[in-house]
């Protein structure tokens, strides 16, 4: 009985020693927002956690820490710090006591009067209780003109290190300052949002799998980053509050996995650096995915030190991804120093990101915060900027490569058709050449010496005839007087004997046409013509054509109509001799503008650009 009174004497005297010496008072105000951490102390306890007593309390440890924020270890399973408010108002004052960890597994606040404890509220996942909002609170009541003593006493299990603020707000300010928060948060998500719906369309138009991995990617970093600021919480039951831890983890896992094979897709690691690639594939099969799904499924069954040693394996497995990822940077700046510099440079703050949380949430070593949130997520917002940046500029390198190869493409076409067109100019030249010179010259010695042995005048007949086709095919296949008469002159030929051998009525005008047309530009116009009036024969069904040349400052103009029964939008430009006619009119760097309905007959316009007027 005797040790019993005196424990607890020794234990009240401690607190009290504490409450007196350890602690600074926190005076109410309506701007109130104070750090606990600065006006408290914390003491732990690695052995199991208990029922809190004051008499209990007395065997934690005082921990020797110089932090900002509240730091449990690995190993440690229970703490508590006391702080003490006065409220020298005559009004009762409203405060709060908000926790930035939103996977605190059980904190319990006392009011500490006359050496006994009672409860102010308890929070927690395992607490059966959701948070308002996205951060834990435990509300506080100060009557006027009192000073209180409180004791926060925090329970986590082992092997789950928690580093965590916790602030005292006045409502006021607490108002203020969320709303400032959510702000910058909607500003993240929707920076987030955006630049997903952009990959995504990006992906929908080039098909490169480098985009939907990158869209996957930020989905998984958004889930990461709403876990780690607590919305979880929000959107799941109560009693799955911790799930939400689960969820959080396994963000950062799938989110680190889709970031390195980004990386390995966007960087070109296959074709710069194969044996990295392959490397860093079998590890983060090996080494992630295996080792991470043995983790969650046995987890709870291994003992702190297993435990520790596999988050050491983790940690290795990242450390050389990170590693891989840099070398695979270095070697790709070399081959394209724009892209390579703005991946480098949000690569610098994811990686500034990550390791400044693993050194705040699992070692204590540090903190970074802006307005009250963590640097997780200016870094993230920064990375994700910057990464789009990147993928605007990878899109354009990409629009850029296909417009060359295009153009490439497109003048080997060009060329193939231009020689095809010069191939078959000179072998129409040389048929002409071999019938009226060859062919032609050798039927009339043949009628000469026909004539004087024999007397058949309708033999002699037929020869004329087959004379006067010769003549006729040598003059369609090679139009020499062009350089005579003018393409007009040689076009008017042409129908006059088109127009001995079929119905078809084709009217042709020429106004202001130029004489002295080059050679070479009359010939293929009067190619085109040839070409656009065998189309008609052969598919137009048609009853009248007309044609028309004339001059515009500057350039020559070829139209042709005509009223037959047209063609599908389809078949507009997949002939052969459409094909050969802007083949024709590209070689002259001309225009061809072709309409055809189907049912209402066919236009075509071919503008061709001359110095003559």
């Not at 997903?196 to 996957?216: E, K, P």
């Not at 000469?448 to 010769?470: G, N, P, Q, T, Y």
Request: glycine fraction near 6%; aromatic fraction near 12%.
């Amino acid at each position: 009985m005797k040790i019993n009174y005196f424990n607890t004497c020794f234990a009240l005297f401690i607190l009290g020693i504490q409450f007196c010496f350890g602690q600074k008072t926190i005076e109410v105000n309506p701007l109130l927002q104070k750090n606990i951490k600065i006006n408290s102390q914390l003491h732990v306890s690695k052995e199991k956690a208990i029922t809190p007593t004051l008499t209990a309390l007395r065997k934690f440890d005082l921990a020797m820490d110089e932090r900002r924020f509240f730091y449990l270890d690995f190993d440690v399973t229970q703490a508590y710090t006391t702080f003490k408010i006065a409220n020298t108002t005559k009004h009762k004052q409203d405060m709060v006591l908000v926790f930035s960890y939103p996977f605190i597994e059980d904190a319990k606040l006392f009011k500490v009067v006359n050496d006994s404890l009672y409860p102010q509220g308890q929070i927690g996942i395992f607490s059966r209780e959701k948070p308002i909002g996205r951060n834990w609170k435990i509300p506080i009541f100060s009557p006027p003109n009192e000073t209180s003593n409180y004791l926060l006493v925090l329970k986590k299990a082992p092997g789950k290190p928690v580093a965590t603020d916790i602030t005292l707000f006045s409502n006021e300010k607490h108002v203020a300052v969320s709303g400032l928060q959510n702000t910058l948060i909607g500003f993240y998500f929707g920076i987030t949002a955006l630049s997903i719906l952009f990959t995504l369309f990006i992906f929908g138009l080039t098909r490169h799998s480098v985009f939907l991995l990158y869209g996957f990617y930020l989905v998984a970093l958004a889930i990461y980053i709403a876990s780690y600021f607590g919305f979880s919480n929000v959107f799941l039951p109560a009693e799955q509050l911790n799930n939400g831890r689960t969820v959080y983890v396994l963000a950062i896992e799938f989110s680190t996995i889709l970031f390195v094979l980004f990386a390995q897709k966007l960087l070109r690691a296959k074709k710069y650096l194969p044996k990295l690639n392959r490397t860093v594939i079998v590890v983060i099969i090996a080494a992630i995915v295996v080792f991470r799904v043995i983790l969650h499924i046995i987890g709870d069954a291994l003992a702190d030190g297993q435990f520790a040693i596999f988050m050491k394996l983790w940690y290795g497995t990242i450390l050389f991804l990170i590693l891989a990822v840099l070398i695979e940077l270095l070697v790709y700046i070399k081959h394209n120093p724009r892209i390579g510099s703005l991946f480098a440079l949000s690569y610098l703050f994811m990686i500034l990101g990550a390791v400044f949380v693993v050194l705040h949430q699992s070692i204590g070593l540090l903190k970074v915060t802006f307005f009250g949130l963590s640097h997780i997520l200016f870094a993230s917002a920064l990375e994700i900027i910057l990464l789009s940046i990147t993928i605007a500029f990878i899109v354009g390198q990409i629009y850029k490569d296909r417009n060359t190869l295009a153009n490439t493409l497109l003048l080997e076409q060009q060329r193939f058709l231009n020689a095809f067109v010069q191939g078959q100019e000179e072998e129409r030249k040389r048929l002409g050449a071999e019938l009226h010179d060859n062919v032609g010259s050798r039927i009339s010695n043949l009628r000469r010496v026909f004539s004087h042995k024999h007397k058949d005048l309708a033999i002699e007949k037929e020869f004329d005839m087959v004379c006067d086709e010769i003549r006729n095919m040598a003059h369609a296949i090679t139009p020499a007087e062009i350089a005579l008469v003018g393409l007009p002159g040689a076009v008017e030929e042409l129908l006059e004997e088109l127009a001995k051998s079929d119905s078809l009525k084709i009217n042709f005008n020429s106004f202001r046409f130029p004489d002295n047309l080059e050679e070479d530009m009359a010939t293929n116009l009067f190619r085109i013509v040839q070409e656009l009036l065998q189309n008609v024969f052969k598919h137009a069904n048609a009853s009248v054509v007309d044609i028309q040349l004339f001059s515009h400052k500057n350039s020559v103009t070829l139209s042709f109509e005509d009223d037959g029964q047209g063609t599908s939008h389809k078949k507009k430009t997949s002939g052969i001799g459409l094909k050969s006619i802007q083949s024709r009119v590209a070689q002259m760097n001309g225009q061809f503008l072709f309409d055809s309905i189907k049912g209402k007959g066919t236009s075509v316009l071919v503008i061709i650009p001359t110095k003559y007027t």
